[in-house]
């Protein structure tokens, strides 16, 4: 077809040949009308561009994405992660509300972060059965924004408080006094811890962003349909709201990285130069976590953040092909699989960091599972970033002097049966308890 440019130059080929040639049947004007007839509906306008694709998208024009192949893996992983993060999250609450008594910024911060956790997966299930009834949404578009708008609020209100997290633990760690008692705020005549306040603030600015995401329309208003790609040509401030959101992500990102680099290498430094603390050949153990804890960060929120601006500025271009979206929208579901993900990774965080809720874990467990994960019943110890900051109490201190006002007999015996443990000697036991 490409050699037949238009329809005026066929006819006058066959016309010649023709001539040449008078014993054919048909006459050659009725055959030139029949094909210049039909060159002339099948050949392209003349217009067009010979590069020109059926599948580019024009502004007046859109497509439609093919998401079968991926509803079968979405309905498994997303199912997945609602099982163990919920009862993950679940469990990870009733130790902090209930179990946890000792009381400070890290434990307002990880409650938070629990409850956010368990509102982004309040909204798997809705994602779930949407692939399950074949990517048909039955609830109306209204329940689509609510949902949807839920998950990823809820997915940055996560990324802040692990940030926060971060931050504490490093400010605790170098700073001295009210740094490490916990900084309190002074608001309608009442003190407030800071935590308490900067995680009300972070959920209000959070709702208040949600209620403009729902009630702006979209490019295709579509009742059937859900958690699809969609164009923004026309809602372009939905696009570079998500564009700030990545912008803030890098900076929580980088304040991450800082921190956790800064509290490792300090651990490090003081098992290294200090190894006659008592918990000194634990800081190197605390440090690998911390490090852990960021490649964990790093995987789940990274590739997603990574291709986000790829996938806003798709959103935003007026010609792009329906096979480039189709890859950007595929590409953009398996990584926000990895996002999700970490819903189901952050109660594995809360008891990798925090020694005191380890122990109050394996307590409420009992005994008889605590002993048999003797790893885990050994990690018990603090594992603070502010651990290294006690006092180191001698091997032979009697037991008269356990009652001073420096060391407490249950913490100073503690200290003197982890030495004693280690060098093979018999331990002692706190007064009143022979």
Known sequence: MTKFSTASSFPFTLSTSASSDSSLPISVSSLSVSMSSFLSATAPPLSSTPFSTSSEVSQNQTCSIDDTTLRVPLTIFYSLF?????????????????????????????????VADLVLLACLPFRVLYHVQGNKWLLGPVACKLVGNLFYMNMYISIMLLGLISLDRYLRLKGK????????LRLCGHSWPWSSVVCSALWGLSLLAL????????????????????????????AYF???????FWLVFIVLVVSYVKIASQLLRVSRDKPDLPNAHKYARTAKKSFFVLFLFTVCFGPYHAFRPVYILSQLSETVSCDYLQLVDHTNEVMLLFSAFNSCLDPVMYFLLSGSVRKTVLQALGHRFA????YLRDATSNSSTTEFRRPSMP???????????????????????STLRRTGLPMITAPGRQ
């Open 82 to 114: 609602f099982c163990f993060g919920l009862v993950g999250n679940l469990f990870a609450l009733w130790v902090f509300l209930f179990l946890h008594s000792k009381r400070n910024s890290v434990r307002v911060l990880l409650i938070n972060c629990a």
């Open 177 to 184: 006094g009210r740094a490490r008692k916990g900084m309190m």
């Open 211 to 238: 209620v403009p995401m729902i009630a702006t329309a979209e490019d295709k208003e579509n009742s059937g349909q859900c958690f699809q790609y969609k164009q923004r040509r026309k809602a372009k401030g939905k």
């Open 242 to 248: 998500n564009a700030v959101l990545v912008v803030m």
């Open 371 to 374: 002993s048999r994960f003797p």
């Open 395 to 417: 091997a032979g201190l009697p037991h008269s002097q356990l009652n001073t006002p420096s060391g407490t007999p249950r913490n100073s015996i503690c200290v003197i049966n």
